[in-house]
């Protein structure tokens, strides 16, 4: 996150964090919340990061406020392009719940006049059904988005773990790192509903974070080796290449009564290439 360009200037980082710093010394609140459209979350992770450092360095405020980010799918237009407020044209509430309340109107309407004993509903009648279902569409179509809220005891993890960190210097010619971890605790993972799944799970539970119910969450004891080996490859005195290889094994310490088919551990390889630029 860049806070003050080298020029001098300043960015929504800078004026985000100024107000962060406000509201702390002006009102002491012991929950901020944002609520911005999910693009945003990269932003609201790094900008609460950066505050909780500046203000553990500054005067400890950090520790008492809660910063949450209430994060919300992109609002698109008829023609199916995300809403800009830069670029004008947005859809304020009032005009959105009397555009929903117009449409219930019209259903209502209709639907009361097709009956075959003809219609059955006053004028102020449809009214009173058509802002009932007008609005209330547009508070269910708000909520009805999942959000996983990490309540459960299956999020509840505790474990234990060691880190090894090798770096060998070639000189002009760059840095070979490598990395080893392992830990032994409790290991948090999705997935169906399955014999095995449930059978392995100390604690298993609905993930609501995905939609047609299939997934569980659920958390059992194991132990996970993490190894990470690289190469950055200095090509100036500003920039670099960096090239990783990274593995990942988890393996439960439970096992099921029952023959699963196999051996119960999961695998990811991971390969990275990036390009480093100090600003």
Do not use: C
């Not at 911005?36 to 932003?43: A, E, R």
């Not at 190469?231 to 990274?246: C, E, H, K, T, V």
């Amino acid at each position: 996150m860049i806070v003050q360009k080298r020029d001098g200037a300043f960015l929504y980082s800078t004026s985000d964090l100024a107000t962060i710093a406000y509201r702390m010394e002006t009102w002491q609140p012991d929950v901020i919340l944002y609520l911005v459209g999910t693009p945003q979350s990269l932003h609201f992770e790094q900008l609460f990061d950066v505050a909780r450092r500046w203000g553990r360095v500054t005067g400890a405020w950090s520790e008492q406020v809660r910063l949450v980010h209430v994060a919300f799918g992109s609002v698109l237009g008829e023609d199916g392009k995300i809403f800009r407020t830069r670029a004008g044209g947005t859809v304020d509430l009032a005009s959105l719940l009397d555009g929903a309340v117009a449409k219930a109107l019209e259903i209502v309407t209709a639907n009361d006049e097709g009956k075959p004993g003809g219609a059955e509903l006053s004028a102020e009648e449809r009214r009173r059904v058509a802002e009932a279902v007008g609005i209330g569409a547009i508070k269910y179509a708000d909520l009805s988005h999942n959000r996983r809220y990490g309540k459960s005891a299956v999020f509840q993890t505790v474990e234990n773990a060691g880190r090894l960190n090798l770096d060998y210097s070639l000189g002009k010619d760059g840095t070979l790192y490598l990395s080893g971890e392992y830990r032994r605790g409790d290991i948090f993972s999705s997935g169906f509903a399955s014999l095995t799944n449930i059978a392995i799970a100390d604690v298993a539970t609905r993930d609501d974070a995905f939609d047609g119910g299939e997934f569980f969450a659920y958390r059992f004891d194991g132990r996970t080796v993490l190894g990470t080996f690289g190469y950055n490859r200095p090509l100036g005195a500003r920039d670099a290449i960096d090239f990783s290889i990274r593995r990942v094994q988890s393996t439960p310490s439970n096992r099921p009564d029952f023959d699963e088919g196999g051996r119960l551990r999961y695998i990811v390889n991971q390969y990275s290439l990036l390009y480093l630029l100090r600003f």
